[in-house]
């Protein structure tokens, strides 16, 4: 990191930043050198290359507004190669204390997002935020237990891990033995609608949704920066999974894009963008997977039929478009077949 990124983060503490691998997003095309780099090779080379810079070296992070750090999520689904590190996962650094906000998708994930974190700086982890219940976001809670942090998510959040925690601790060890899985841990402090948790001159602003991506989402506003920190409710250039409502989803994202955010880090995709011109790719998805769900049942359609059918302008927008859209029109029939 700079001198210059350092005084723009004045407020901060001294310990603050100083390690090579922290770098400032491009805030204007948030591209990054990666994929600056990666751009000028053939593509056979690229899930190589992905794996290779996940698994070396100090987590990659980037700065998406001072004090504000993300690691970028592998659009790839979980693999003994990737250690479930597939979610955006990162930090916000105050003058007292730090908020993880996602910890990672396994154990090993978290582990070494801890690691990045105490190369940026030494003051304590005090809270960890679960955005929701899906394991790429969670599954590296355990690894900031030593912290004793309050580990915050959705008043549902319980009921929602008790019902699935373990099926998904079982089919992440499957993939990565149980030492680098991780555990389910459960949050100690819950959202209920809204809550502030105070960093020292910096609040994060908690939401906990109503029922949309999941039945699970918190979001974090940190006005001061003007930065989103959306998790699932936003995906970009990786296909959206809905495991939730649409109509709750395409509601939630018109509360969200009222919020005084000019930035905005989604769940998935490139880690800083501007707000609210990133919803633009998924609100289209959830529109079109709406409309054309409502006519296949107003036809009379059988879901089978439906997922041969809705949706299929979108092919070749989304990665992993394949492993996920059947579900969704699966998802979005059962909820509009009822209308
Ligand atoms: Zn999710």
């Not at 919803?279 to 879901?303: C, W």
Request: proline share 5%; net charge neutral.
């Amino acid at each position: 990191m700079s001198a210059n990124r350092r005084d723009e983060a004045g407020s901060l503490p001294a310990s603050y930043g100083t390690q090579a691998s922290v770098r400032p997003a491009d805030r204007t095309t948030g591209i990054r050198r990666r994929d600056l780099l990666v751009g000028a090779m053939c593509t056979c080379c690229l899930p190589a290359l992905l794996r290779a810079a996940q698994q070396t070296g100090p987590m990659q992070l980037d700065e998406v507004a001072p004090g504000v750090f993300f690691r970028r999520g592998a659009d790839e689904d979980a693999a003994a190669e990737n250690d479930d590190a597939l979610a955006n996962i990162g930090f916000v650094v105050g003058r007292e204390a730090v908020a993880v906000f996602d910890p990672g998708g396994s154990l090993t994930d978290g582990e070494r997002l801890r690691a990045a974190i105490r190369d940026v700086t030494r003051l304590p982890v005090r809270y960890v935020v679960l955005s929701h219940v899906h394991p790429d976001h969670i599954f590296g809670a355990a690894a900031f237990e030593p912290d004793k942090p309050a580990f915050i998510g959705h008043e549902h959040l319980p009921a929602a891990l008790a019902q699935r925690g373990e099926y998904y601790r079982k089919r992440l060890a499957a993939v990565l033995g149980d030492h680098r899985a991780g555990k389910v841990v459960a949050p100690t402090q819950l959202v209920r609608d809204r809550l502030q948790i105070d960093l020292g001159g910096r609040t994060l602003e908690l939401t906990a949704h109503p029922l949309a991506h999941t039945n699970t989402d918190v979001t974090a506003l940190d006005r001061k920066a003007g930065l989103l920190l959306a998790s699932d409710l936003v995906f970009v250039r990786r296909v959206p999974s809905l495991d939730g409502s649409l109509r709750g989803w395409i509601s939630e994202l018109g509360a969200l894009r009222a919020l005084p955010a000019r930035r905005v880090v989604p769940g998935h995709g490139p880690v800083a963008l501007d707000w609210p011109r990133a919803a633009a790719d998924l609100e289209r998805y959830l529109n079109v997977l709406l409309s054309e769900t409502r006519a296949a049942i107003g036809k009379g359609q059988s879901i089978e039929e439906a997922v041969e059918t809705v949706g299929r302008s979108e092919r070749g927008k989304w990665a992993l478009f394949d492993d996920y859209h059947g579900r969704n029109v699966t998802q979005a029939f059962k909820e509009l077949e009822w209308e």
